[in-house]
């Protein structure tokens, strides 16, 4: 599946005519009616479909938030799964509106790729989970090991990287999907998995007995994950940047699913202008005034599909560490709606 | 033609537009031309779609350094080599990997195919249950079954099975001593050459005989003894110069000796068990496809069944097998790419997976990975076709 939507889209680039315009995204995806979203075929608290196909996660809950703004109605979202291997491809050919789907920025992705960020929804970085019974306790020990990983992502360089930076020998086993990399993993052919820290949350969880694993302390990379769009359409990027900040500011000035309504008849200046009350800012991006509300209404604010994802309280159980916002110690910074 | 020109000189001259020859040569130029305008087309377009995408192209990434690991390499690798490099480790694994199954294929499918023709009920029944089992099942399964059904049970390092020879096996592979060569063991080499020399003397000598007198000496006993016992004494005599690197059991994994990787053995496993079912009915086919009276005429001359099939029936029946086993080696070389899902690093996982995803080039990787399976495949028709032409029979 994976290999024809790869040939599909090299005939497309091949063949299509150059004149797939890359400007009007937001009027291609009006007249569609839907927002057509890459999404991650299946990590937890991310991006996976159950057994009903409704899709569950931060990122997916992400792509619900741009159709919200759009549309006012969460539900006008296509999701495409995609490999890490397609995935970017799929984004630059027009396959997809918008990527999703813990997709680490780099600086040669942007360069190359015809393709930039809008935003990070997920600072992350690259750790290693291993079998408790091996007795290892950092990655620093783990010289000599087998480690099992997924192609196609930066996991694989930078796992090179570590073990070069610190004198230390390992045999990689690098296979196609995380799922055939966990698997191995799980039969006993690696001493060690290795994907970004939330990821291995998400895969542990899967395992067949997922108290026997545990996941190093070590964090080895910068792992900065968001949205990403294609180049050369500024509306575009502004709109999936500016609903990305929406998310922030909201939980920033306190709205949430619950209060928005209330919050919107609040004469606070800084609300007026968030919720709607004031000025032109969803028109100046294409939306309607209300923008921030029907987002807010649909997914919550960040804090609210942080908590209902992956939080303490999913099975998941991550902490907002640097994901919390930069009043509270963490990363997370949106600039002003003014 | 004669008959033409006599016509044309009597009638008024052809108009050159109704010149059969012209028209022909017209019509095959507008052709080839628009196969090349096809071509430049796609071409340009290709170029025109990239650049306003702002999607990098060309081959600059060539002599880039990699930055990844590969588990298997038969040339020397490290995360510090260039992407031109990992795409000829990728490259050697996938013609490693064939060539080895494409001998263990050949060799169970010819024996698989013989056993369905015997005569023992048993035999022929279960020959014929190996080929609908593997010939019905998707090669992906194959796959699957030996990588994770099979090899993935063999015990952790800890607990490898210890074989004699000082052999571990463990679900990280087969771990065997490696031999270190000392200089004096050319002589024993030599001599080992010497004695297969010597081996072919003797059979040309023993043919001869026969031609003369009828009656064959017995050469290959003498042949073996002398390979086998020649190169010994030398050895010996050289004073052993061969060592042994014997891998040592570490905390995670062993290290010295040599190490035949699972996904290797897996791959090789997979593709040979598949393929030889379907080698198995070519050869099926082209045994039965020689008519009783042959077997019957050799029998009548007093042939031994071994030498009935050796002399009669399989020169003629390879006349049958050899431009099918072509088909089913070139099948097997492209189904080689298929070890990404069992983590073997063919041309396809290594080149056109994490080369492709860490450059993003995916027109340029796809071109070029096109254009080594179209060449390893037509290099393997050519000398499949020259090996068809040798075995052919002489028809007078």
């Not at chain 1, 057994?51 to 759009?70: F, M, P, S």
């Not at chain 2, 001359?301 to 089913?328: C, D, F, K």
């Not at chain 2, 096109?370 to 068809?388: K, Q, R």
């Amino acid at each position: 599946m994976k290999k024809i939507i790869g040939a599909v889209v090299a005939m497309a680039t091949v063949f299509g005519l150059a004149s797939v315009a890359n400007a009007g995204t937001l009027d291609n995806v009006k007249a569609k009616g839907q927002l057509v979203c890459g999404a991650n075929p299946g990590t937890a608290g991310f991006g996976v479909p159950d057994e009903k196909g409704n899709w569950t996660g931060l990122d997916v809950d992400y792509c619900r938030a741009i159709a919200a703004a759009i549309f006012n109605d969460p539900t006008k979202v296509k999701f495409v799964p995609l490999s890490s291997k397609d995935r970017f491809t799929a984004l630059a050919s027009g396959e997809v509106d918008v990527l999703i789907r813990n997709s680490t920025w780099t600086m040669s992705r942007e360069t190359t790729l015809g393709i930039i960020w809008a935003g990070i929804n997920f600072f992350d970085g690259q750790g290693f989970m291993v079998n408790k019974k091996l007795g290892v306790k950092s990655a620093k020990e783990l010289n000599g090991a087998s480690i099992c990983v997924q192609q196609g992502t930066t996991t694989e360089l930078n796992l090179a990287d570590y073990f070069r930076a610190n004198k230390m020998d390992y045999k990689v086993v690098t296979f196609g999907t995380s799922e055939e990399a966990l698997k191995a993993y799980d039969s006993g052919r690696c001493d060690s998995y290795t994907t970004d820290r939330s990821g291995l949350a998400a895969d542990r969880l899967s395992m067949a007995k997922p108290d026997d694993h545990i996941i190093l302390p070590e964090i080895i990379s910068k792992e900065p994950l968001g949205p990403a769009v294609r180049q050369g359409d500024d509306q575009w990027l502004n709109l999936v940047k500016w609903v990305h900040y929406a998310l922030l500011i909201a939980e920033e000035d306190g709205i949430t699913s619950k209060n928005v309504d209330e919050k919107a008849k609040s004469d606070d200046p800084e609300l007026k202008r968030v919720l709607g009350g004031e000025g032109k800012f969803g028109e100046s991006l294409g939306l309607s005034n209300a923008w921030v509300v029907q987002i807010i209404k649909a997914v919550g604010n960040y804090e609210e599909m942080f908590e209902r994802n992956v939080g303490p309280n999913t099975p998941l159980q991550l902490a907002r560490a640097g994901n919390a916002l930069w009043t509270k110690g963490g990363l997370q910074y949106a600039p002003p709606i003014r | 033609m004669t008959a033409m020109q006599d016509s044309s000189t009597g009638a008024a001259k052809v108009v050159f537009y109704n010149d059969p020859r012209v028209r022909s040569l017209f019509f095959q130029f507008l052709l080839l031309a628009a196969i090349f305008a096809l071509f430049y087309f796609a071409y340009d377009n290709t170029v025109a779609n990239l650049r306003k995408r702002n999607i990098a192209q060309g081959f600059g990434f060539w002599n880039v350094e990699a930055g990844f690991d590969i588990s298997q390499t038969l040339i020397s690798y490290s995360a510090a080599s260039s992407y031109g490099r990992a795409f000829w480790v990728g490259l050697l694994n996938t013609l490693l990997v064939s060539a080895v199954s494409i001998v263990f294929a050949t060799i169970l499918g010819v024996l698989i195919g013989i056993l369905r023709l015997s005569k023992n009920w048993l035999v022929a029944t279960l020959a014929t249950v190996y080929v609908e089992i593997f010939r019905n099942v998707p090669l992906l399964l194959v796959l699957y079954f030996w990588y994770r059904g099979v090899i993935g049970l063999l015990p952790e390092p800890k607990e490898s099975i210890h074989l004699p020879g000082q052999i571990l096996l463990n679900t990280r592979g087969l771990l065997t001593p490696r031999p270190i060569f000392g200089e004096a063991f050319i002589y024993p080499l030599a001599a080992l050459l010497a004695s297969i020399i010597a081996g072919f003397v003797i059979f040309w000598w023993a043919r001869r005989v026969q031609f003369q007198t009828g009656k064959r000496p017995k050469a290959g006993l003498l042949t073996t003894a002398i390979i086998l016992i020649v190169p010994s004494l030398v050895f010996i005599l050289a004073g052993s110069p061969l060592s042994f690197d014997v891998p040592v059991q570490g905390r995670f994994n062993s290290s010295g000796g040599m190490t035949l990787l699972p996904e290797f053995v897996s791959m090789v496993v997979g593709l040979t068990t598949y393929t030889a079912a379907f080698i198995a009915e070519n050869v099926r086919a082209g045994i039965l496809a020689i008519s009783k009276g042959q077997t019957e005429a050799s029998q009548a001359l007093g042939l031994s069944h071994g030498q009935t099939i050796r002399l009669v029936i399989m020169p003629q029946a390879l006349r049958v097998i050899v431009p099918l086993l072509n088909s089913e080696y070139l099948s097997l070389i492209k189904n080689s790419s298929l070890g990404v899902s069992i983590g073997y690093p063919d041309l396809v996982n290594v080149f056109t997976g994490t080369v492709l995803n860490q450059t993003g080039q995916a027109v340029e990787m796809v071109s070029v990975t096109m254009v080594v399976y179209l060449s390893i495949s037509l290099i393997t028709s050519l000398f499949m076709n020259w090996f068809n032409r040798r075995v052919a029979l002489v028809e007078r």
